[in-house]
């Protein structure tokens, strides 16, 4: 932690007031909270998590449109982390129906070619990391009884209303390194407030953090890059083509937040085939919450976890309430795994 | 959700598929995203690779997770 102690020291040095930065990745906060790196950062210095877990932003509707699905007696694969998440009526691990988890949508395609008599469905997660690995697999061919339900969301829109909101009063963006893998950080030079793409070792994370208070301190903005070894500014030109190849943008509500202006990908007409909305006929419906979790808060970073009367006590991760408790990459599941103890 | 790995590449097969090693396991991938060759060091996320790394920032950011590792082990 030699190189690690040297940037802190810096750090301490460059903290002269109350600064508040986000950063838009579970990645990011499990790293940052498995370090324990809140607790040797300045006192000024705070840093939240906003709509960074893909599993966690995804509505109550969209879980109840892969719910109909489960209920329809298709197969339906998806990421471990969506298993657990709560819709209005169980999750789809409590729906008692043919649910697979899988590694990626490739193997999803290889349920569909082992089992041509059942209809496959993937449902379809993840940030622009994850939206080309399943552009390549569209564009490869798969049988015809596969489907997706694209739950895909792009993260440029959501920081650009979270600055027009000013809700949560930010003065700079850590952003996610393995997003920026694919997108470069080009689009992102066009918000006017201080950004750094960081990598996940708690030593990248830092200096990440250093090179925003610095512009701070500078009184500039730019996009600084702390994670070369994997982000170039134009970032991986043919996954971007891909997925552009594949998708388009449309609007779409998260969870938390309002319909955010062309924040989702569908399937191009091309494509439609293997849509599972269209496919099966299935509408996604706005789902009004009525409990005491306050996980729209704590995605759009107003709230912390604790803030929450329910964290710990009737949320937890063997009984999570809202998806911030149940995703590996939720705020409410990583507080509760690495901080709630420490009280 | 956005975790990757890196890893090198030790084979390439048809069908934009590929075998590649972390270290201490070998998988199959799938190459579709990246133009690489036997050697090339990749960032693979969910079955993926997603971006070529060059080789010396790959093995140094192996070094880096086997340094994690040891020290969660102790």
Known sequence: MAVGQDILNTLHALVDRDLCLMHICGTHEASIARAGIRSVLPPHLKIVMGPGCPVCITPQGEIDAALTLVERGYIVATYGDLLRVPGSRGSLESSGGDVRVVQGVHKAVEIARRNPEADVVFVSVGFETTAPTVAATMLSGPPDNFSILSCHRLVPPAMQWLLEQGEAQLHGFVLPGHVCTVTGYEEYERFPVPQVVAGFEPEDILLGLMMIVRQIREGVHRVDNAYPRAVRREGNVKAKRLIYEVFEPFDVEWRGFPVIAKSGLRLRQEFEQYDAQKKYDIAIRHVDKHSACICDRVLRGVAQPQDCRLFGKICTPRTPVGPCMVSHEGACKIRHLYEARRK | ?74
Do not use: W
């Open chain 2, 1 to 74: 959700m956005c975790i990757a790995i890196p890893a090198e590449v030790v084979e390439i097969r048809d069908g934009n598929t590929g075998i590649v090693d972390y270290g201490d396991l070998m998988q199959e991938v799938r190459l579709d995203l990246v133009d690489v060759e036997v050697g090339d060091f990749v960032l693979v996320h969910v079955g993926f690779a997603i971006q070529k790394l060059s080789r010396e920032e790959g093995l140094e950011t192996r070094e880096v997770f086997r340094q994690v590792y040891a020290a969660m082990e102790e």
